[in-house]
């Protein structure tokens, strides 16, 4: 276990106040061109990211804190992240919605599965389940062994 990945402590600024609430799922605003799009998008990196802003300038607290919790367990964005901010497109902020069918942004997919929102990615850091997948995907290095005196 990376001790830096463990003992950083997380920024997680709280959201002061809820924007929208999510459409209902009887609304459909997934054209079949955009579900198509979707398709090839979240296979377009190993971790594709919807979030509110980017990952240099979120304008929402949980797509901060799901950046936060990527950069503590050592993640290269330049390499392995592509972020897709949803405040610039209304279609993808609620197509990604329906697609996924998960209500709220932040959205995480890890080589093409949906993996969870930020209170999902949070759990999986505590519990060491997201270091795990990350190093079953190659995204971080494993851990060498801790070595005993
Ligand atoms: N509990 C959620 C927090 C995210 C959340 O509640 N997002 C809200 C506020 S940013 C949202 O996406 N609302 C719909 C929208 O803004 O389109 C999670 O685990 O990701
Ligand atoms: S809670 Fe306000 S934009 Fe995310």
């Known amino acids: 276990m990376n001790a830096f990945r463990t003992t950083t402590r997380l920024a997680f600024a709280r959201p002061t ?5 999510a459409a209902p799922m009887s609304v459909r605003w997934l054209s079949d061109s955009l579900r198509q ?3 090839e998008d979240v296979k ?29 367990q050592g993640v290269d964005f330049d390499k392995h992240v592509k972020a897709f901010n949803v405040l610039a497109d209304d ?14 942004i ?14 999902i990615m949070l759990n999986m850091h505590q519990s060491g389940d997201l ?3 990350l190093v079953k995907e190659n995204i971080v290095p494993a851990e060498p062994e801790a070595t005993k005196d």
Request: hydrophobic content about 35%; overall charge negative; proline content about 6%.
């Open 17 to 21: 106040f809820q924007t929208r609430i």
């Open 37 to 39: 799009k979707l398709n």
């Open 44 to 72: 377009s990196s190993d971790i594709v990211l919807f979030m509110k802003g980017t990952p240099d300038q979120p304008m929402c607290g949980f797509s901060r804190a799901t950046v936060q919790i990527l950069q503590v």
């Open 91 to 104: 279609d993808l902020r609620e197509g990604i919605k329906e697609y996924s069918e998960w209500p709220t």
């Open 106 to 119: 932040p959205q995480v997919y890890v080589k093409g599965e949906f993996v969870g929102g930020c209170d």
């Open 131 to 133: 270091e795990d997948l």
